[in-house]
C-alpha cells in the first residue's frame, strides 16, 4: 500500500508548527513556499519565513523543522504520524 500525503495538509501542517514556534501573523502571510529539485528530480519543498525553515521530503515521509541558524526543532514522519495531518486540516 501506497501512502499519500497531500501538500496542502503539509502547508496548513508548517503554518501551524511554524505558529507554536512563535512565528507572526505577516511572516506567515509571507510564507515562502520552494520546489526542491536534485538532478532534474523532485524530490521536496521547503518552507521559509525570516526565523523558520521547514523541508518536507515526501519520498520518506519526512517533514523537519529548523530554527533561524540551522537548529532542527523537531521531526515529523508523516507516514507513521497521520494525525497531525487530520489536525491540520
Do not use: C
Not at 512565528?23 to 513556499?33: N, T, V
Amino acid at each position: 500500500m501506497t501512502v499519500t500525503v497531500d501538500p496542502y495538509e503539509v502547508r496548513e501542517l508548517v503554518l501551524e508548527n511554524f505558529r507554536e514556534y512563535g512565528a507572526k501573523p505577516d511572516d506567515l502571510e509571507h510564507l515562502s513556499e520552494t520546489l526542491l529539485i536534485q538532478g532534474g528530480r523532485y524530490f521536496g519543498r521547503s518552507y521559509r519565513t525570516e526565523e523558520l525553515m521547514a523541508m518536507w521530503m515526501p519520498e520518506v515521509g519526512v517533514l523537519q523543522f529548523y530554527s533561524a541558524d540551522g537548529t532542527m526543532l523537531r521531526t515529523v514522519n508523516l507516514f507513521t504520524e497521520r494525525s497531525p495531518l487530520r489536525q491540520a486540516a
